[in-house]
């Protein structure tokens, strides 16, 4: 599906999967692979070459069937709001510590959910960003990459959501 750059009344809303949030003053124009059912998508590429791919992940701390932005509202949402790799990461880890990530990630009524891995690159930069939860730890790609239905980073990340250490020690996890 494709959608046009946008200018957005200040104040607005956008009416995400299932919750709302406030609206950017201007979007970029994109091209998603989505399902039917939502308003975010799998996959996409922005006006300015930003591409995004997510995958669903699986962690000790259990995701959330609670109404706020799937993972894949957050991937079109930075796909409208950024131009960069760097700025693509600012805005979903801004809107998940924010709003955070849940709901039903299936349209026909079976329960469903997951936390979320991103794939986030343009010609010049590419990062992999892994969420649970409002945590969050990002990678710069320096070569080659994959993420599949697991956390790939460890302990070998770039950048990190203020809390994560702090919550692995407490779960364990370290």
Known sequence: VYFPAAKHAAGSVVNCTYINIPQAE???AVLLSKPFWMWGAEMGINEH?????????????????EPALLGMDLLRAALERAATPREAIDVITSLLEEFGQGGNCYADGSKMVYHNSFLIANANDAWVLETVDKQWAARQIRDVYTISNCLTIGAQYDLASEGLVDLAIQKGMT
């Open 49 to 65: 070459g930003l591409v995004i791919g997510n995958e669903a992940v699986y962690s000790k701390i259990p995701a959330s069937l």
């Open 26 to 28: 201007k979007t970029h």
